[in-house]
């Protein structure tokens, strides 16, 4: 039944949702009514990776300030948390549209309860670009964009 079901996945950079000023409302605004405009109907489903942007930018610089040994996997995983918090912080602004379970392994089952999922960085080493690609690959999405 999911095979039926028309899935897209988008990766979102960070820095597109969340700039020097905050998260950026006009493009989740418009991110926002695109979604309810192209979910309208039933059989199609969306799910975005969201990147880490500016909130893994500044804890990152500070880490290798605070502590010069840490290795890029260190700082991946800085990354990887902030991709968390931004994409459950966008999942809110979506709340009733999206679920409010994010992803983090693109590689498992997707709950499809609600029309649109968020999902967030998965390992050290791994963009959320990848992300995207391996979540898209394991839906069996044939449409995939890159923001």
Do not use: H
Not at 33 to 49: I, M, Q, S, T
Not at 58 to 83: C, V
Request: proline share 4%.
């Amino acid at each position: 039944m999911l095979s039926k079901l028309e899935t897209t996945v988008m990766s979102v950079g960070g820095s597109i949702v969340i700039n020097e000023k905050g998260f950026d409302i006009d493009y989740l605004t418009e991110l926002k009514r695109f979604a309810n405009d192209y979910f309208k109907e039933v059989d199609k489903r969306l799910a975005v990776v969201i990147g880490g942007g500016k909130t893994a930018r500044d804890p990152q610089k500070s880490a290798r300030i605070i502590n010069p040994d840490l290795t890029e996997e260190d700082l991946d995983w800085i990354g990887i948390y902030a991709t968390k918090f931004n994409a459950q912080v966008i999942a809110k602004f979506f709340k009733g549209y999206a679920s409010p379970e994010i992803i983090i392994d693109p590689t498992k089952g997707v709950n499809w309860e609600y029309p649109i999922v968020f999902a967030a960085g998965w390992l050290p080493g791994c963009s959320t670009d990848y992300d995207a690609v391996l979540l898209a690959k394991n839906l069996g999405s044939k449409k995939k964009w890159l923001i």
